[in-house]
């Protein structure tokens, strides 16, 4: 009985709340009308609080081996893995269209996989060549690399794996000789992704150690555990050969974590903090961008890609205005580098002033 005429009384109390603000707002003139700012586009452009950039943007890019190959992903129509050749012919149109920063990722042929990655820090493996030869043909295109074993990995794991675990510390020293392989390339930043603990501030010291102090660290500090980057393993055929990654990547149910993790990276000297994926995620984006002074990239993953693509060609959603809506959203969060397959996609909208 109690309980029944308590919850009545607060439902009569709620209805009179609501009567009278209907009676207040019926007698007051309408001071403000938001929709008064929306009315033409000359307005909205006026007020528009978040803008996309080309400045903004980083493409991730698939390198692979050999000459005139250019192999397109099945689930991200659009993404390419090109030889080096191609792909330099490729970058003409990136560089054409203003974007001015990639990120470079390898397909590596089976064979020259195993489980320490060896390959990850040959120095005239495919990443270093690539971004030799990219560097010399584009020296003002920034060019990022990822530093993780799992492209390298005949485990298809991010480090070095014994019974069944993945060794941490095993794994950061050859991290360290994967960085340092590509800050000698010409590397402008290394992007660890591999959430190994310790790994920033180890590539740090190296880095510094041998003389590359202007090589930044773009730390992938929030990275979960995540569905979404199964397109991006069938590109580099480097999905796990056992298990799942959650001993190194985030829960997605954490958000405190994820402050943990980018306070971590930034007293281990990360220059940008990185938050992956992205749509899922813009609550993190938001925080962490409340968090920290450092510059927030956020990676807009080859599933939130592939998603956009398959509902467009189904003809159930408007890809440009899906993709500009979408990539707004991600820097309205608070992210200020987006790494998105839409770059280009993204420079032609603007570019045509949408
Ligand atoms: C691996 C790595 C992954 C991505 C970037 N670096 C995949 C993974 O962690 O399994 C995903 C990118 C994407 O899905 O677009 N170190």
């Known amino acids: 009985m109690v309980l029944s005429s308590s ?4 439902v009569e109390i709620a209805a009179a709340a609501a009567n009278q603000a209907a009676t207040q707002a019926a007698d007051l003139p309408l001071v403000h009308r938001p929709r008064r700012l929306r009315r033409t586009e000359g307005l909205r452009r006026l007020v528009r609080e978040t ?9 991730p890019m698939f390198v692979m081996e050999g000459s005139g190959q250019r192999q397109e992903v099945p689930s991200m129509p659009g993404c390419f893995r090109y030889s ?15 974007l001015g920063a990639i990120a470079l990722f390898p397909l590596i042929p089976d064979h020259q996989k195993d489980n ?19 560097k010399q043909a584009f020296s003002q295109l920034l060019v990022i690399t990822d530093v993780a074993l799992d492209p390298y990995s005949s485990m298809g794991h991010d480090g070095i794996v014994e019974n069944g675990e993945i060794l941490n510390d095993e794994t950061v020293t050859v991290l360290v000789k994967q960085a340092l392989a590509h800050a000698e390339a010409g590397a402008d930043m290394v992007a660890p992704s591999d959430m190994m603990d310790g790994r920033i501030g180890a590539i740090r010291q190296a ?17 979960y555990a995540s569905a979404y980057y199964g397109s991006f393993r069938d590109a580099l055929e480097s999905a796990p050969k056992f298990g799942d990654k959650k ?20 007293a281990e000297g990360a220059d940008i903090v990185m938050v992956k994926p992205a749509l899922a995620y813009l609550d993190i984006i938001c925080r962490i961008k409340q968090h920290t002074n450092l510059p927030v990239a956020a990676y807009n993953v080859s599933g939130e890609y592939a998603m956009v ?11 440009k205005t899906v993709m500009l809506e979408t990539l707004t959203s991600i820097k309205r969060a ?17 570019e045509s002033k949408f």
């Open 51 to 59: 803008r996309l950039t080309v400045d903004d943007l980083i493409y």
């Open 334 to 350: 608070g992210a200020d580098v987006i790494l998105t397959y839409f770059a280009k996609d993204v420079a032609r909208a603007l």
């Open 84 to 98: 080096l050749d191609l792909l330099l012919e490729e970058l003409q149109e990136v560089v054409g269209l203003g």
């Open 7 to 10: 919850s009545t009384s607060t």
């Open 207 to 223: 880095l510094d150690a041998e003389g590359w102090i202007n090589v930044g660290i773009l730390a992938y500090s929030a990275k």
């Open 247 to 266: 001993t190194y990547q985030m829960n997605p149910a954490n958000a405190a974590e994820a402050l943990k993790e980018v306070d971590l990276d930034i």
């Open 116 to 134: 320490a990655g060896t390959e990850s820090y040959n120095p005239t493996g495919l990443i270093p060549q690539s971004v030799r030869a990219i």
């Open 309 to 319: 693509k398959a509902a467009a060609a189904q003809g159930w959603i408007d890809e």
